[in-house]
């Protein structure tokens, strides 16, 4: 099956309604450069939020990429800077969280703002680029973590905070591996920002990741039905706590957020 035709079926299992707005979150590279294109074809009501992370020139090279994608597309942009808005640099952030990888803090930063990003825009549902092997790395990392009832939540749609501060997020690319997305774009001829973060420091998803390309289409399909067999029982497991942080008065699961800690 093609592309589109997944990324259709997929939507049509969270019955994603074409009038609803629905917040793309756009770093400037392929994974979420391809939905803008499918989404935008497909006829569904998107805009997109990019966070400038200031890291200093790759930051800027992002923007500029999904700025020329959203003219392109003729999608509304809104940029978010993390510097101007924030207060603070991911750089900064970092510094005053050596216990964390840059990849980990820099996770919670991002759905942090989009979760109030989206609140802010009237936005029913954000959508991102993470595709099949994405997902994969995640549910494998967790598990060697001795936590795989941190993947209860993940799926087509994460729904993670039952509470209508929480913007669910759903990723339209789960089922899809990497290798056809490039294919996809190249058949497209469409040019996105090629080469990963260059401050990325997660040492462990990598060697995951090297170990999945080994992997052949059947057998990673395997380990996305098991994970999704697997789901019920997860999410027995799993701390369900509702909560509002006592710092944002975001959703979370402890007293405060893991932005607000981040944050510091
Ligand atoms: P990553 O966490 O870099 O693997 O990216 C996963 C998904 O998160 C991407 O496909 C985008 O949808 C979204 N994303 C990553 N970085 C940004 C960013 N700087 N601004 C907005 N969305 C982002
Ligand atoms: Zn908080």
């Known amino acids: ?8 079926q997929t939507l049509k299992r969270i019955k994603i309604n074409k009038k609803e707005k629905i917040l793309l979150a756009l770093s400037g590279g ?6 803008a ?11 997109g939020l990019h966070i400038n992370l200031c890291v200093g020139k790759y930051s800027q090279t992002c923007e500029k990429k ?3 994608l959203c003219n392109k597309l003729n999608i509304k942009l809104h940029v978010y800077d993390l510097k101007k808005q924030q ?15 840059h990849c980990s803090a820099c996770g919670v930063i991002k759905k942090y703002v989009m979760n109030k990003q989206a609140r ?10 993470h595709n099949l092997d994405d997902e994969i790395q995640t549910f494998l990392l967790n598990i060697f973590k001795g936590s795989p009832e941190l993947s209860a939540n993940t799926g087509i749609i994460t729904n993670n905070i039952q509470d209508k501060k929480f913007i669910p997020r759903v990723k339209p690319l789960f089922y899809i591996q990497e290798k056809d997305i490039l294919e996809y774009a190249k058949k497209k001829k469409i040019h996105f920002l090629s080469g990963k973060c260059p401050f990325a420091n997660i040492s462990y998803r990598i060697e995951i990741r090297d170990f999945l390309r080994k992997l052949s289409t059947k057998e990673k399909n395997n380990i996305i039905s098991n994970f999704e067999n697997l789901k019920p029982k997860l999410n027995k497991i799993k ?3 509702k909560n509002y942080c006592k710092i944002c008065a975001e959703p979370c699961r402890g ?10």
């Open 1 to 8: 099956m093609n592309l589109e035709k997944k990324v259709q």
């Open 30 to 35: 392929k994974d979420s450069g391809i939905v």
């Open 37 to 47: 294109f499918v989404l935008k074809k497909l006829g569904y009501n998107i805009e």
């Open 66 to 68: 999904v700025k020329e």
């Open 87 to 101: 207060g603070q640099t991911m750089k900064e952030i970092w510094r005053k969280n050596k216990n964390l990888n």
């Open 120 to 129: 802010k825009l009237k936005a029913k549902k954000i959508v991102t680029g």
């Open 239 to 241: 701390n369900k706590n």
């Open 255 to 264: 007293n405060v957020c893991k932005a607000c800690i981040t944050l510091k």
